[in-house]
């Protein structure tokens, strides 16, 4: 696969209309996504009133549960459009216990200890481009910033030794249903640790051709960067049923952090 940089707004394009249908109407399954709610409001170790912050919410898929569970919730979106979907995903009687915010994860639109806990779900931590200085470690920085002292912050990611046998062995993927179809090609940049993708995404008659990079971090550096940036490494999973995390065998790693008192700046 020739692999192309993605241009700067890359992000309006993979998650435009195409995905945005395809993720709220053919593939989201409300019973899975309240287990994945319920699995992280006990890793977080919240209750009800506590304030939460659903970092890159989407189109608020999860915001609907966390809001069911007596939450006061706030997502935050770089796209003007998931946020109006997730406005109207959600039922009126709880919109009143939540916020939604457009803005950029790097520089949060908060105040200082604003949350007690802030959460990254569905693989939206890696799509930024290595630099100097290191764009995640400001991320965890901004994070750590705005939760209360003690807070905790929840985030998936994908698990990258399953990911590169897939890339490997699997270099071409798909996945279709009722009047849907998701073409992918993948390739893995081993210098840059960046899973390299193009996806053909086609439903009923319409086909509309994307991608994107994602850096693929292993638990040490995740472990690492967190440490860095003034967390304490709480708990790993493997997945969303409180499985052990598997370097080989388990899909996700998620990770629980928790805001130490020491800032490390």
């Known amino acids: 696969m020739k692999r192309q940089t993605p241009h700067q707004n890359w992000q309006n394009d993979y998650f435009g209309d195409a995905y945005l249908e395809l993720y709220a109407s053919y593939l989201y399954d409300p019973k899975e996504v309240q287990s994945e709610t319920e699995f992280v409001i006990e890793a977080l170790n919240l209750n009800k009133g506590d304030a939460l912050l659903d970092l890159a919410c989407g189109f608020g898929k999860h915001l609907h549960f966390f809001l069911k569970k007596g939450m006061k919730a706030f997502g935050l979106d770089i796209s003007l459009k998931y946020l109006q979907s997730a406005r109207n995903l959600i039922p009126k009687i709880h919109l009143r216990k939540l916020s939604l915010v457009r803005g950029d994860m790097r520089t949060l639109p908060f105040g200082k200890e604003s949350f007690d806990a ?148």
């Open 118 to 265: 802030v959460c990254c779900l569905f693989n939206s931590f890696g799509y930024f481009p290595p630099g100097n200085p290191d764009p995640y470690m400001g991320i965890l920085r901004e994070i750590r910033r705005i939760l209360k002292p003690g807070g905790r912050f929840f985030l998936e990611v994908p698990n990258k030794k399953p990911v590169l046998s897939m890339v490997r062995n699997s270099p071409q993927t798909l996945q279709c249903g009722n009047g849907f179809l998701i073409h992918e090609l993948w390739d893995y940049d081993e210098d840059q640790c960046t899973l390299h993708n193009k996806t053909t995404f086609t439903i009923e008659d319409r086909q509309t051709r994307v991608g994107y990079q994602l850096y693929l971090f292993s638990r040490g550096e995740l472990a690492s960067l967190f440490k860095k940036t003034g967390f304490r490494v709480i708990q790993t999973f493997g997945d969303y049923e409180d499985s052990p995390y598997s370097l080989t065998g388990s899909p996700y790693l998620l990770i629980v952090g928790e805001k130490t008192g020491t800032n490390p700046d």
